[in-house]
């Protein structure tokens, strides 16, 4: 056998390791996209903006789900094509898993703060 046929094109293994590595265009991409997901959320704060506390909640709730999808997908690399999309896998459990845990936290001190006895009011007492 020749030398030839062991050969290996030029760039033949750079499209396996293609989705581990980011290139610079991505990390500003992604570092843009942080620096604007976290100015908008004070931005709403600070000149009060929605004028309502609980519409500013739930906005700012929403860009930090925005910006936690930014940070996986431009600075963690994380897609259906990682690792065969096993990494992706393990996100939707990991995500399952802290729904279950919180949903069944807040149910149980919601039902614990509605059932207990009402409190006496101690300033009476003298």
Do not use: C, K
């Amino acid at each position: 056998m020749s030398s030839e046929t062991h050969a290996h094109p030029a760039g033949a293994h750079q499209g396996a390791h293609e989705s581990g590595h980011g290139s610079l265009r991505g990390y500003l991409i992604g570092f843009g996209l942080s620096v604007v997901l976290t100015a908008i959320p004070f931005w709403l704060v600070m000149i009060g903006a929605l004028g309502n506390a609980t519409a500013t909640a739930v906005s700012i709730m929403a860009l930090a789900i925005v910006q936690i999808v930014v940070h996986m997908v431009f600075f963690l690399h994380m897609n259906t094509r990682t690792e065969n999309g096993w990494s992706m896998m393990a996100l939707v459990f990991t995500i399952i898993i802290v729904v279950i845990a919180l949903s069944g936290s807040l149910w149980v001190m919601y039902h614990l703060n509605t059932n207990m006895m009402p409190g006496h009011d101690m300033s009476r007492m003298q």
